[in-house]
């Protein structure tokens, strides 16, 4: 059972010393800071990132050096930081989950975007997201465990049950593949469990073994504490060895910087690995953890019904701040 089932929430959202809420801007800022630094580093191979950095580089924006295939500056987030910012922002506008609101601004994101997945390309191309949703012959790919960041922010106190269900329907948006939802349902609930304080790492075993059968023995593979980058996997490109290497990155290390570093050193789909490590770590350190160079060189746009809107730590932060504020229980 999920602690916030077993204690009362307590209701003053907007309580100044909540202790939960560093940690709940860490999952925010820190899916963005990974997103931006593995960026340069997507499809290069592995150990491309320390290469490049020997050393930190304690000067300017550090290592946030931007370029990569799709020329990205420094600093700036991708795909999965920005989907992850539609679907905060369809939240905040709802005070809910509303999936046609969330295919909408989807579907306004794609038509522009520089960098898509082609499996969440072709399903943003239908007009109506009961046409795609549960295919499960759409692939197992990271997409929607990526994007899900802001899910564990805004439904901190709900109920497992609730969290479940939204997981695993924002996942069949646009992968039907039942892995892809479940493990956006592990990774939230990491998340989850980070911004509460509570050990991580018992609450997977938990996880896992509330894991449906069709499910479990992929996840519980590379899921378990004795696995790493160089036992078998498959690729970084699907929610099984994204996950994987996510939560090996964060399990291994013991701080924010260097479980994102590890997780772009790992190359191949670096900003997706990397975002999704910064959002686990960033739950568990909290935000005064995140490098202060990277957090002051983090920003991205995402476009809208209104044209591009852009942000930037501060709007990232503020962001975070209203979701914890939400009651979606």
Known sequence: MHPHDTVTPTP????????????????????AVG??????????????????FAEPVLEGPGEMVGGGTFGWAPGEFTDDTQMGVALAESLLEHGRYEPDAVWARWRTWAATARDI??????????????DV????????????????????????????AAVLDVCLHQAALTHGHPAAGWGSWIGVELMRFAIAGDDIWSELDRLLVDLPDHVHAAFATVLSPTW???????????????????????????????????????????????????AIAGARYGVDAIPARWVAAVHGS????????????????????RLFELDLR
């Open 117 to 130: 997945g082609i499996n969440t390309r072709r399903s943003l191309s239908s007009s109506d997201w009961r």
């Open 133 to 160: 949703a549960g295919d499960s012959s759409r692939s197992a790919g990271n997409g929607a465990l990526m994007r899900s960041f802001p899910l564990a922010v805004a439904m901190f106190e709900s109920t497992d």
């Open 228 to 278: 790493t980058p160089d036992l078998p996997a498959p690729a970084n490109g699907t929610v099984w060895g994204c996950l994987a290497q996510a939560v090996w990155a964060v399990r291994s290390t013991t701080s924010f910087e260097d479980a994102v570093v590890a997780a772009v050193t790992l190359g191949d789909d670096a900003d997706t690995v990397g975002c999704v490590t910064g």
């Open 302 to 321: 995402v476009e809208g019904a209104a044209g591009a809107e852009r942000y930037d730590a501060v709007r990232l932060r503020s962001a975070a701040e």
């Open 35 to 52: 997103d931006a630094l593995g960026a340069p580093f997507e499809f290069m191979p592995r150990g491309a990132y320390r290469t490049r």
């Open 12 to 31: 003053e959202h907007d309580e100044p010393n909540r202790p939960e809420l560093p940690r709940a801007i860490g999952a925010v800022l820190g899916a």
